[in-house]
């Protein structure tokens, strides 16, 4: 058995898996996919501190308080 990769750009992954499932009964084992989208993790971190302020307002509110009960 031998092993190919294949890197696809995003817009075509599901056109491409498709190709390859009709292709799986004949003379494919094994079809995975691993996504090679690394973020830093200093940009991660960026992110998070950005948006955590915001997202607190969104879900601790008043609005959203009578649900808390069934968080627990």
Do not use: P
């Not at 996919?33 to 960026?46: F, G, L, Q, R, Y």
Request: net charge negative; proline share 0%; with cysteine.
């Amino acid at each position: 058995m031998q092993t190919i990769t294949i890197e696809v750009k995003d817009d075509y992954l599901d056109n491409t898996l498709e190709i390859l499932h009709g292709l799986k009964d004949i003379m494919i084992d094994e079809i995975s996919v691993t996504c090679n989208n690394v973020i830093d993790s200093n940009e991660k971190k960026s992110f998070m501190k950005l948006s955590n302020n915001r997202l607190e307002k969104i879900w601790n509110n008043e609005e959203d308080a009578i649900y808390d009960k069934y968080l627990d």
